[in-house]
């Protein structure tokens, strides 16, 4: 933040030697502006206030106020026009829309890489999306083994498998440059390729009895969407409209209706409907017109030929952002600081008061979810990749070392938001869901903890090796 409050200073003493802006006043608001978005694309401060909200929320469950909350939470609305639309609960909104739009951030920045990013490549990609699947098969296989030889329920084996991707990287960069750049992007990829899988799980084992009239009407939106962008059309606008009601059409057809935001975000387009190097050109001709008309004695409100070139040019350059893009940038503050928060404080209502802690603690499902996310995330993610790597098949990314990966496998145990969400579909509102949500909130927690001491303790011990080497 510091480097961009820098550089805005920097360009507020350019910019009051230029005539572009002469008001003191509109430099300080872009200085405001920059370091408000410098604040809300921070991953450290959308994961704490993720966090808080669920602190929040196991404080008011444990109160009086946990009985008016819950009742609130269950309370129906309607969403719709007049009698065209769902019933859902306020708790049920929130899990299956507003999550949605979680999932569609997910989608649109797993498309990204897809496109321009580390998943172009196929064999570069392979290793994280490889071991995101031994990350997701080792923990399913402990809980299972944990809950069938204990006498438990092997049924939620889904619960420890995914990887909360805001709150994990939130962490992450807490650490700095103590974790390689290539770890940071081996890690994204993964944790991505994680909670699609994760999506997919819930897609096909979690869903309730299909209706086929509402699955016919969902797979017509798809192709309502498909021919959407088939027309080449670009306005955002009319994807959002068949996204929304694809989503409809989902939550009634027994398909989880999350699954709506990456199928919505796989149609938005990447490109822009204008050439770049045409854009130049008419850009440079707009900016000899713009010069002619004006006019500097006059006010900017008769400068009518001056106004409504700059409003073209502002409508034109609009249209050079690819509508992924334009979507991503519109709904990533709200779901970091909006949704998220929303789903842990709806999710985090951990009741314990009156509640025997021995039968939590030696609950199965709880000793599932715990050993399943602290030890079976990280074994199946390191393990994976050593035999990617041993094979030949793979390299570790440059400039990561095996530390680096043990510490993105420990790190892969933070589950939270995925992990809360599928032990709901799991258990309902019975005494398991709440021995799973304990163990997940325990577990992210440890994993969060050992991350970061496993990572600074290689870093000295590293540190100490040099300087003997030294010496």
Known sequence: MREVVSAMAQMETTIRTED??????????????????????????????????????????????????????????????????????????INDFLMAIFFLLVGVE?????????LTEPRQAAAPMLAACGGVACPALIFFLVNTMGGGHPEGWAIPVATDIAFALGIMSLM???????????????????????????ALFYGQTPSLPWIVLSLAMVIVLAAIKR??????????????????????????????????????????????????????DQGS??????????????????????????????????????????????????????????????????????????????????????????????????????TGFAALPEGADWAQMCCVGIFGGIGFTMCILIAGLSFGDGPERLAAKCAILLASMTASILGILFITAMQYLQGKVRESERT
């Open 20 to 93: 572009i802006i002469g008001e003191p006043v509109i430099v300080r608001r872009l200085i405001r502006r920059a370091t408000i978005e410098s604040l809300t694309s921070n991953g450290s401060v959308a994961a704490a206030v993720m966090v808080a909200a669920a602190l929040a929320a196991i404080v008011v469950a444990n109160t009086d106020a946990y009985y008016p909350i819950h009742d609130l939470l269950e309370t129906p609305i309607w969403c719709g026009i007049g009698s065209i639309g769902v019933s859902i609960t306020i708790e049920g909104f």
């Open 110 to 118: 797993l498309k990204y890489e897809l496109t321009v990013g580390v």
């Open 176 to 202: 700095g440059d103590k974790v390689a750049p290539a770890a940071k992007v081996f890690f994204s990829t993964l944790a991505i390729a994680d909670d699609v899988i994760g999506i997919l799980i819930i």
């Open 231 to 284: 027309a080449k059309v670009y306005r955002t606008r009319w994807y959002l409209l068949a996204g929304l009601l694809l989503w409809a059409c989902m939550f009634r057809s027994g398909i989880h209706a999350t699954l709506a935001g990456v199928i919505l975000a796989f149609f938005l387009p990447d490109g822009s409907e204008l050439k770049l190097s045409e854009v130049m050109a008419w850009l440079h």
């Open 289 to 390: 017109e713009m010069s002619r008309v004006y006019r500097d004695e006059e006010h900017v409100l008769g400068q009518h030929d001056f106004t409504s070139a700059a409003s073209r040019v502002e409508r034109v350059m609009h249209q050079v952002t690819p509508p992924l893009q334009r979507v991503e940038s519109a709904i990533s503050t709200p779901v970091n600081f909006l949704v998220l928060p929303l789903f842990a404080f709806a999710n985090a209502q951990l009741r314990i008061i009156g509640i025997d802690s021995s039968s939590l603690v030696c609950d199965p499902v709880a000793h599932g979810v715990f050993f399943g996310l602290v030890l079976g995330k990280p074994i199946g993610i390191v393990l994976v990749t050593w035999i990617l790597s041993k």
